[in-house]
Structures are given as C-alpha cells and as structure tokens.
C-alpha cells in the first residue's frame, strides 16, 4: 500500500495530488488499466509484436 506523509496545515488537495502522483510513479495506474479488461493471451502477443514494430521504427527513425 501507497502511503505519503502530511505536514500539518497542509491542504488535502495538495496530500491528492502527492498521492496520485506516487500512484503513477509506481505503475499502479498502468497496472489498473491493464487488469481492467481481460486480454487473451493471442491479444497480448500481437499488442507485443506491434509495440515492438513501433520501437523498432523509432529507433532506425533516429538514427538517420
């Protein structure tokens, strides 16, 4: 479990953002979202094989 500390006087808006901020900077925003809907596994090769294509892309891109 995600914890953050609180100065006193500090706002809950602000302890929010900390929070979500933490949340993200550990991946369980990504997690969520990908635990949200079941993907079969031939789903998940091919979004691999794609996201692998892209990078591969990116990567002859710039090293023109």
Known sequence: MSK???RKGEGLE???RKFKT???????Y???KRREF???PSQQRRKQREAAKRRE???RREAE
Request: charged content about 60%; proline content about 0%.
């Open 4 to 6: 953050i500390e609180i």
């Open 14 to 16: 602000k302890a929010l």
């Open 22 to 28: 933490k949340l993200k900077r550990e991946g369980v």
């Open 30 to 32: 990504d997690e969520w």
């Open 38 to 40: 079941y993907e079969k």
């Open 57 to 59: 892309r990116r990567r």
